[in-house]
């Protein structure tokens, strides 16, 4: 009886844990801050704080569903992959 308890228990801590990845919610705590820059044709790029890299975007700021703590506004894009 304790194993199924402990199976459960583990199921629904791994779902809860996925969930932010399956439906584009939960911001990666993980970020970087990149400074201002001058693109090639002359347009100012402003420093900014964005997520570091890795193998999904339904984790970035700017994607549906995720909160951007530094400027206080919600992600509208779709995630492609």
Do not use: C, E, W
């Not at 939960?26 to 890795?54: D, E, F, K, W």
């Amino acid at each position: 009886m304790k194993t199924v308890y402990m199976t459960i228990g583990f199921v629904l801590a791994a779902t809860a844990a996925q969930a932010q990845y399956l439906s584009g919610t939960g911001s990666n705590p993980s970020t970087h801050r990149s400074s201002g820059y001058t693109t090639s044709t002359g347009t100012y790029v402003q420093p900014y704080v964005a997520t570091n890299p890795n193998s999904t975007q339904r984790d970035n700021y700017g994607t549906s569903g995720n909160y951007n703590p530094n400027n206080g506004t919600f992600g509208t894009r779709t995630p492609r992959y």
